[in-house]
Protein backbone atom coordinates (compact mmCIF):
# COMPACT_ATOMS: atom_id res chain seq x y z
CA UNK A 1 0.00 0.00 0.00
CA UNK A 2 1.25 3.20 -1.03
CA UNK A 3 1.14 6.10 1.42
CA UNK A 4 0.16 9.76 0.15
CA UNK A 5 1.74 12.97 1.84
CA UNK A 6 1.11 16.55 1.27
CA UNK A 7 3.53 19.00 0.71
CA UNK A 8 3.22 22.77 1.08
CA UNK A 9 5.51 25.67 -0.73
CA UNK A 10 4.75 29.08 0.58
CA UNK A 11 5.88 32.28 -1.45
CA UNK A 12 4.72 35.02 -0.12
CA UNK A 13 1.55 35.24 0.50
CA UNK A 14 0.66 31.73 -1.73
CA UNK A 15 0.59 28.88 -0.49
CA UNK A 16 0.47 25.89 -2.87
CA UNK A 17 -0.31 22.06 -1.87
CA UNK A 18 1.25 19.14 -3.79
CA UNK A 19 0.56 15.11 -3.21
CA UNK A 20 3.11 12.93 -3.51
CA UNK A 21 2.34 10.11 -6.29
CA UNK A 22 5.58 7.66 -6.17
CA UNK A 23 8.15 9.86 -6.61
CA UNK A 24 6.08 12.55 -8.74
CA UNK A 25 4.21 15.71 -6.89
CA UNK A 26 1.00 16.40 -7.75
CA UNK A 27 -0.62 19.83 -7.38
CA UNK A 28 -3.69 19.04 -4.76
CA UNK A 29 -6.40 21.83 -6.69
CA UNK A 30 -8.49 24.16 -4.70
CA UNK A 31 -12.16 23.12 -3.97
CA UNK A 32 -14.83 25.34 -3.28
CA UNK A 33 -17.22 25.87 -0.43
CA UNK A 34 -20.60 26.21 -1.53
CA UNK A 35 -21.42 28.21 1.59
CA UNK A 36 -20.01 30.03 4.48
CA UNK A 37 -21.99 27.66 6.63
CA UNK A 38 -19.90 24.54 5.21
CA UNK A 39 -16.98 25.49 6.15
CA UNK A 40 -18.35 26.75 9.57
CA UNK A 41 -19.65 23.21 10.53
CA UNK A 42 -16.32 21.92 8.94
CA UNK A 43 -14.17 23.80 10.74
CA UNK A 44 -16.00 23.05 14.18
CA UNK A 45 -16.59 19.48 14.19
CA UNK A 46 -12.13 19.36 13.55
CA UNK A 47 -11.11 22.25 15.68
CA UNK A 48 -9.07 20.22 17.63
CA UNK A 49 -7.09 18.61 14.68
CA UNK A 50 -6.94 22.03 13.40
CA UNK A 51 -6.58 24.32 16.09
CA UNK A 52 -6.08 22.38 19.22
CA UNK A 53 -9.01 24.36 20.57
CA UNK A 54 -12.13 22.92 22.28
CA UNK A 55 -15.53 24.00 20.17
CA UNK A 56 -17.83 26.02 23.02
CA UNK A 57 -20.86 27.53 21.00
CA UNK A 58 -21.96 28.24 17.98
CA UNK A 59 -23.85 31.59 16.32
CA UNK A 60 -23.50 33.35 19.54
CA UNK A 61 -25.99 36.31 20.07
CA UNK A 62 -24.43 39.24 22.27
CA UNK A 63 -25.99 42.62 22.28
CA UNK A 64 -25.11 44.57 19.10
CA UNK A 65 -22.53 41.55 18.56
CA UNK A 66 -22.48 37.48 16.76
CA UNK A 67 -19.60 35.09 17.19
CA UNK A 68 -19.84 32.87 14.52
CA UNK A 69 -17.60 30.11 16.80
CA UNK A 70 -16.18 30.40 20.03
CA UNK A 71 -13.45 27.79 20.91
CA UNK A 72 -11.72 27.55 23.92
CA UNK A 73 -7.54 26.44 24.16
CA UNK A 74 -7.27 24.50 27.85
CA UNK A 75 -3.50 24.85 27.77
CA UNK A 76 -3.36 29.21 27.82
CA UNK A 77 -6.14 29.00 29.23
CA UNK A 78 -8.18 31.51 26.70
CA UNK A 79 -10.93 32.01 24.46
CA UNK A 80 -11.03 32.07 21.22
CA UNK A 81 -13.38 33.96 18.43
CA UNK A 82 -13.44 32.19 15.14
CA UNK A 83 -15.04 34.27 12.11
CA UNK A 84 -15.87 32.99 8.61
CA UNK A 85 -15.79 35.29 5.81
CA UNK A 86 -15.89 35.22 1.94
CA UNK A 87 -12.94 36.77 -0.13
CA UNK A 88 -14.05 39.30 -2.05
CA UNK A 89 -11.27 39.19 -4.38
CA UNK A 90 -11.13 35.37 -4.87
CA UNK A 91 -14.96 34.56 -4.46
CA UNK A 92 -13.35 32.05 -1.70
CA UNK A 93 -14.79 31.30 1.78
CA UNK A 94 -11.79 31.00 4.73
CA UNK A 95 -11.67 31.14 8.38
CA UNK A 96 -9.87 33.73 10.41
CA UNK A 97 -8.98 32.72 14.26
CA UNK A 98 -8.98 35.93 16.20
CA UNK A 99 -6.45 36.56 18.95
CA UNK A 100 -7.40 34.71 22.05
CA UNK A 101 -9.21 37.12 24.59
CA UNK A 102 -9.01 36.45 28.68
Given at each position: MQKEFY????????VRIFLTKGSKLVENTEEQFLT???????????LHEIFKLE??????QL???RIDTLAFNKESPAFYIIEYKKDRNFSRKYCSLLSPFY
Open positions: ITFSIGDVEKEIQTLTEQNFVTSELPGF
